[in-house]
């Protein structure tokens, strides 16, 4: 079987390869470009595994004319650049000792040691420059059949880093097969060992749940894990019910990881998660208007591009669909100005109360769904 594809074909990846085996080296593609071009999804970032010691990478592909960056030259990767497109280049690795965060390696000259290191079957997948695939461990049957199974022994694979037990929920959202439903031993030994979590950083635990969020479906993942006790570690108080219905709403509506967060609920999502300064400010203005709703127009105007989100979710967690017309009346709202402006209401208020004169016609305004013009609004 081999893969195809322009990202395959494109001459500056092409070189990077042969910088390699010019040389005598190998250079094969692996994990995520080999998956994705198998299943016939797109390919965002290329990463290419060698026998070839990180030095003499770095040799052979500055003498190529390409840019090299060290970006982990320490645990045996770099990143050579060629015509802007960065490629990440390892070398063959094996395990010497783990603590479930990080692992130290050895290098290697054996692909299948290299493989056997890996997380999912079809993430140990390599293919040659020409795309001929090569499976070290018989994985490519597992992702034909979108069948998401750990590399070995599951428990193994988990203790030597916990993050795989979310990275479990999130493959198999975005590359697994519902209707078989997850892997048993790999479900087993993700609640087995469910307290490792404890030990991950929460930047790591909130990038793989925003990653398994954006999935075009998560709910059956996200079902999984609160059947393991996961999602109560990673997102306490969280509860499920409401994702599938916000899913089968979505129809048509690109995903959006926060809309999802905002129908689990939970507690302490900024430290849990690490959020971001503008997602904490986004959280803590979506969450209310969920639960207080409002309409259409009104959360347009209020909540611009998160309205659509609040309306979604809040119709998911009622269990009925929102009512007709709702995106234009979003749309409505969202370009709505309110028509008093604080000169219409100087000189005769000024200051403090000017702002509460303000406030209070902004209210018959909202109250009015966005309808009141300025005249109605400035009568006594």
């Known amino acids: 079987?081999?893969?195809?594809?322009?990202?395959?074909?494109?001459?500056?990846?092409?070189?990077?390869?042969?910088?390699?085996?010019?040389?005598?080296?190998?250079?094969l593609f692996v994990g995520g470009c080999v998956r994705n071009a198998l299943l016939g999804a797109a390919v965002n970032d290329i990463d290419i595994a060698t026998d070839?010691?990180?030095?003499?990478?770095?040799?052979?592909?500055?003498?190529?004319?390409?840019?090299?960056?060290?970006?982990?030259?320490d645990h045996g990767t770099v990143t050579v650049v060629a015509k802007g497109v960065p490629h990440e280049v390892t070398t063959f690795r094996r395990d010497v000792e783990t603590d479930g965060r990080r692992a130290t390696v050895a290098f290697s000259s054996d692909v299948a040691e290299d493989a056997a290191r890996r997380d999912f079957t079809m993430n140990a997948l390599y293919a040659a420059p020409d795309g001929q695939v090569i499976d070290p461990l018989g994985g490519l049957p597992d992702l034909l059949a979108r069948r998401l199974r750990f590399v070995?022994?599951?428990?193994?694979?988990?203790?030597?880093?916990?993050?795989?037990?979310?990275?479990?929920?999130?493959?198999?959202?975005?590359?697994?097969?519902?209707?078989?439903?997850?892997?048993?031993?790999?479900?087993?030994?993700?609640?087995?060992?469910?307290?490792?979590?404890?030990?991950l950083s929460a930047e790591r635990v909130g990038a793989e749940m925003r990653k398994l969020l954006?999935?075009?479906?998560?709910?059956?993942?996200?079902?999984?894990?609160?059947?393991?006790?996961?999602?109560?570690r990673v997102l306490p108080g969280a509860d499920?019910?409401?994702?599938?219905?916000?899913?089968h709403l979505e129809a048509g509506i690109p995903p959006r990881w926060m809309r999802r967060l905002a129908?689990?609920?939970?507690?302490?999502v900024d430290d849990r998660w690490r959020l971001s300064r503008a997602e904490s400010r986004d959280l803590a203005l979506l969450l209310p208007a969920v639960r207080?709703?409002?309409?259409?127009?009104?959360?347009?105007?209020?909540?611009?591009?998160?309205?659509?989100?609040?309306?979604?979710?809040?119709?998911?967690?009622?269990?009925?669909?929102?009512?007709?017309?709702?995106?234009?009346?979003?749309?409505?709202?969202?370009?709505?100005?309110?028509?008093?402006?604080?000169?219409?209401?100087?000189?005769?208020?000024?200051?403090?109360?000017?702002?509460?004169?303000?406030?209070?016609?902004?209210?018959?305004?909202?109250?009015?769904?966005?309808?009141?013009?300025?005249?109605?609004?400035?009568?006594?």
Do not use: N
């Open 214 to 232: 954006a999935a075009p479906d998560p709910a059956p993942s996200v079902a999984a894990m609160a059947q393991a006790g996961i999602l109560q």
């Open 240 to 247: 499920p019910t409401a994702l599938a219905p916000l899913v």
């Open 263 to 268: 129908v689990l609920g939970g507690e302490a």
């Open 52 to 73: 070839a010691q990180p030095e003499t990478v770095v040799r052979l592909c500055e003498a190529a004319g390409f840019r090299v960056v060290p970006t982990g030259i």
């Open 152 to 199: 070995g022994e599951p428990e193994q694979r988990i203790r030597e880093d916990y993050l795989r037990i979310l990275r479990f929920f999130r493959f198999h959202a975005w590359y697994g097969d519902p209707a078989q439903g997850i892997d048993a031993d790999g479900l087993a030994a993700c609640a087995v060992l469910a307290e490792g979590l404890e030990t």
């Open 292 to 380: 207080e709703g409002g309409s259409a127009a009104v959360l347009g105007y209020r909540l611009k591009a998160l309205a659509a989100d609040a309306i979604l979710a809040r119709a998911a967690m009622l269990g009925h669909p929102p009512g007709p017309g709702w995106q234009a009346e979003v749309a409505r709202g969202a370009a709505a100005v309110m028509p008093v402006r604080p000169a219409d209401l100087m000189p005769q208020y000024q200051g403090a109360e000017l702002g509460a004169r303000l406030k209070a016609i902004e209210a018959r305004w909202l109250q009015s769904d966005l309808r009141l013009d300025r005249t109605a609004l400035l009568s006594p």
């Open 1 to 27: 079987m081999r893969i195809t594809g322009p990202w395959i074909d494109a001459p500056e990846t092409q070189g990077v390869c042969a910088a390699l085996t010019g040389a005598g080296a190998q250079a």
